[in-house]
């Protein structure tokens, strides 16, 4: 699966953000999918996750009741809705494809190119 995140930009902490990663191949309804960022000078770090049918997702705590993940199969697409955006969220967003634990732990095996989100204050 090849996958291509979108809707990356500048907006004012406030504000709201919607990345969309588009995934070709025709296994994309099979995978559970996530959303990392990465900071410069930090680790990559986990958003959210949700699984191949969309029925259970995991946040951050730091993102949670802000940021939504959604997907809809039957365009291929994944969706991270981001609200009240703050000046720490600013960071590279990857999308990935990977496995869910029965612990519900998510574990990413393929990642795109990542889209930049900048929130100014």
């Known amino acids: 699966v090849q996958l291509v995140e979108s809707g990356g930009g500048l907006v004012q902490a406030g504000g709201s953000l919607r990345l969309s990663c588009a995934a070709s191949?025709?296994?994309?309804?099979?995978?559970?999918m996530g959303w990392y960022r990465q900071a410069p000078g930090k680790q990559r770090d986990l958003v959210a996750a949700?699984?191949?049918?969309?029925?259970?997702?995991n946040y951050a705590d730091s993102v949670k009741a802000r940021f939504t993940i959604s997907r809809d199969n039957a365009k291929n697409t994944m969706y991270l809705q981001m609200n009240s955006l703050r000046t720490e969220d600013t960071a590279v967003y990857y999308c990935?494809?990977?496995?869910?634990?029965?612990?519900?732990?998510?574990?990413?095996?393929?990642w795109g190119r990542g889209t930049q989100v900048t929130v100014s204050s």
């Open positions: 990935s494809a990977g496995l869910w634990y029965y612990s519900g732990i998510y574990s990413p095996l393929k």
């Open positions: 191949g025709s296994t994309f309804s099979i995978n559970p």
């Open positions: 949700i699984t191949s049918g969309g029925e259970s997702t």
